[in-house]
């Protein structure tokens, strides 16, 4: 580590501008490490510089230490011997206190990694209350304390077994399991929308807010709690089976579809009013008084207002909602719009009549949403009151 | 094979002598590389094959070895497993892969070159005297501490039989002794792995725990880059028509000529003409290049006759629609192979798919890839089973095979359908030809492995079994 060698940087060539003149630097050339016997490392650095050490890498790991009269008084085992014994805890410092490694490299093949775990936490234990008395242990030192106590071999020879058998699982069982998921995924977004479809419905219902979420996983709290628990274990496999369902990740994202949702600020900004009158330049809609506005059927889209692009007829405004999408439905509202005398064609789509319509249907698909709402929730009903009497039966 | 053209003497810059002087070597069956620490690519890289003139004289070296001449009789110092056993010859061969481009030949001292010898009446010189001082200064590694790797099955005599040769043949300040497939986890930085290194006599299969080998996992069976090279001889001459293996050095000129045609060259005229064994190594440089360019592993699922689908096709019939490939030997001939040229690679995977002939058998099963890194897993820790499959690191020249890790990966993932596989395989060749040399380049450079080595007072005092203690 002395100094082998001494070298002077060369001498600060004096530039007209410089400002700094330094002193120059001293380097020295040191053998490094703390190993004199080993003249490895030759570095070359600022003189009396710190050499840096090696000596922190040489860690070993802590072991229980005994006298032969501890063993005799506290340690006996019927299954071991003091050499064993001994031969253990070296086993266990040379490989650095790494099970995987300790058994490998043990000489006695009968011995299992359970034996010889619980040979060395049971010496750990004593030796840990021999040094400190359990009344006066810290927290943490009686929280290891415990833990050495409470190793069970027969229950980590079990868990050993489970374990092996999980590897050599067949490739069918991995398949069922992977459609499963699927299929544990598919109830969960279900759930999802029609969570949300509820509480879309309440909002517009505006109807007072519960306080917790208000749909309750009564029965399925534990299907919750399991979904919870795969999922945050697929996060650590990198090919992940499962998505995360919940607010902000609604079903339809679920299904990967995003129709609809460009950017408004991606579409260049279109001049038709959205009614009859299709401008064919922007320029030429300006310069109109409220009252030509209104007879032509003017309407002016604020800023931040979407348009649907294209051109669009504003009859279809009058035509298109009565269109569900199951037929079910669109009959539906066709009885719903004859029953309260709404025609089925309106000669004339004025921006007032339309409105009115748009009102008008607004309030039908409310109507139409609760009804379906209702049904599902009795249709719930009858199945717990099914299961109910089934319990009840079985009992 | 040399990573610089053997006429090229490595620029004195490029050395980091002054920061590390460690050198690694890494002796193999095939080639022996060595270079220095802290180096990305051994500089030295020597042909494990060496050359005997009838006078005895050994001669090492890609341009010695390559170069016909009549009686020039090609050995090489390892046994079938790939263990040491002409030790005079390795020590010289490994010497001579430091010394010839590395560390440069060592000089004669002064005092022994002649020059300054007072001569007695006769003329003579006297050449006793003061040779016991002379020797200590004659070694010719002394300011290197060595690093070398070994394969992991090395017998404990021969492993206290390197530590000698470094000590006492080239007094080294400092040595230490690695397994190859440990060098090769930590050139991916890994220091839990699983281990495949594909080489030219051996396959084998080395676990690593947090840097220590389980001792209990170590494997290796024959089915590796020479037995490979068996197997194309043996579809070579069934093939119809056989193919004719004709090395380079007896060919003069070549005309191009149609497929499957009889060749159109001139030959070069021997008085008398070269060794059989010369012919052997000439011929199989002519196997590695077919290996490298034509030979691919079916990537799996599944087995090469394995059914694809419905209706009885099989992987097989799969592959003889996709175009076959083209190989032209030294002298012209040249035809196309296709599903041959995947059937040559199967037997590493599936003993029943190997090629046979009287000389060669078929393999047993135990004896696959697939087989070996299994038993390799059966060998260690349940727990530690997962963790081992999910860092299987592919490494060796014989590895380098088309799709073979494709391959490796899907059997293994067969073989455990449940945990995740992956089989890390360097994209870069290179890498992957060197993985034992470029870990223990890194390993000779960090300063946590300082405390490690092995250092001449300790040699001293406990003699060469502190290998056995120390290199675990
Ligand atoms: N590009 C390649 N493709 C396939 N095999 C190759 C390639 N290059 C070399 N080999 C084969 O790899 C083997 C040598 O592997 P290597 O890892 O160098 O062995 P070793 O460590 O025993 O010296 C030889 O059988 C050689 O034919
Ligand atoms: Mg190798």
Known sequence: MAATERRTSAPARSFKRARVSRPPAHWEQTSIGDRPDVPLLKHWQKAAAQTPSFAKYKVEPEVPEFSDEQYEEHLKDPNWTLEETRYLIETYKGCNGKWTVIIDRYEKPERTMEDLKARFYAISAVMLQLETPIQSMTAPQYKMYETLKDFNPKQEMSRKRLAEGHLHRKKDEVDEEAVLLAELQRIMANQESLDSLREDLRKRLDYPKANTNSYQYSTSQALHALWQQLVNADRLRKNQRLRPVGPGQSATSIEGSTSGQTPASARPRESNAGTTQHEPSPASNTKLTEKDKRRFGITEVGPGEKLPSGVSFASDKLSKPRIAKSTVQTEKIAAVLSHIGVPDLIPLPTPPVIEAFESLMGKLHTLLDMRKVAEKEEQELRVREAEAGAQVKEE | ?472
């Not at chain 2, 090769?184 to 792995?193: E, R």
């Not at chain 2, 290796?220 to 090395?247: K, S």
Request: glycine share 8%; proline share 8%; with cysteine.
């Open chain 2, 1 to 472: 094979m040399a990573t610089i053209p053997p006429t090229q003497a490595p620029g004195t810059a490029e050395y980091a002598g002054d920061e590390i002087g460690a050198l690694v070597l890494d002796p193999g069956s095939h080639s022996t590389r060595a270079g220095f620490a802290g180096e990305d690519t051994p500089k030295s890289v020597v042909p494990t094959h060496y050359g005997v003139l009838p006078t005895g004289e050994r001669l090492f070296g890609d341009n010695a070895i390559h170069l016909p001449k009549a009686d020039l009789e090609i050995k090489n110092p390892y046994n079938s497993d790939g263990i040491v056993e002409d030790w005079e010859t390795a020590a010289k061969l490994w010497e001579y892969t430091i010394t010839s481009r590395l560390t440069g030949a060592r000089q004669t001292p002064p005092s022994k070159n002649g020059l300054n010898d007072a001569k007695d009446e006769n003329g003579d010189t006297n050449m006793d005297e003061g040779m016991e001082q002379l020797e200590e200064q004659e070694k010719p590694l002394q300011e290197f501490p060595l690093l070398m790797s070994e394969p992991a099955w090395n017998p404990a005599k021969e492993r206290q039989k390197t530590i000698e040769i470094a000590m006492e043949e080239w007094g080294v300040p400092a040595f230490f002794l690695a397994k190859n497939g440990q060098l090769a986890a930590y050139s991916q930085s890994k220091a839990t792995a699983l281990v495949v290194d594909i080489g030219a006599l051996n396959t084998s299969v080395t676990a690593l725990w947090d840097g220590m080998v389980l001792q209990k996992s170590l494997q290796h069976t024959p089915l590796a880059g020479n037995w490979l090279n068996d197997q194309i001889r043996i579809m070579f001459a069934n093939n119809q028509p056989p193919v004719p293996l004709v090395p380079h050095y007896m060919v003069k000129s070549k005309t191009p000529v149609d497929a499957n045609a009889p060749s159109s060259a001139t030959y070069v005229h021997f008085d008398k003409p070269p060794t059989d064994s010369f012919r052997k190594l000439e011929e199989e440089r002519v196997l590695t290049s077919f290996k490298e360019s034509v030979v691919q592993v079916w990537q799996g699922p599944g087995r090469l006759d394995s059914p694809a689908s419905q209706g009885g096709v099989t992987n097989g019939d799969y592959v003889k629609s996709m175009p076959p490939k083209p190989f032209e030997m030294p002298d012209g001939w040249n035809t196309v192979f296709g599903l041959e040229r995947f059937k040559v690679a199967e037997g590493l995977f599936d003993h029943n798919a190997a090629y046979t002939d009287d000389k060669t058998k078929k393999p047993s099963g135990e004896q696959t890839i697939i087989s070996v890194v299994n038993k390799a897993l059966q060998a260690v820790d349940v727990d530690a089973r997962p963790v081992l499959l999910n860092n299987i690191i592919l490494t060796g020249a014989g590895s380098l095979i088309d799709k073979l890790p494709e391959r490796l990966q899907a059997d293994i993932q067969a073989m455990y359908p449940n945990p995740r596989v992956r089989v890390l395989a360097n994209s870069n060749s290179v890498e992957r030809k060197y993985g034992a040399f470029v870990g223990g380049s890194v390993l000779a450079s960090l300063g946590s492995f300082h405390q490690m080595w092995v250092s001449k007072e300790e040699y001293a005092e406990h003699g060469a079994q502190i290998v056995d203690k120390r290199c675990k």
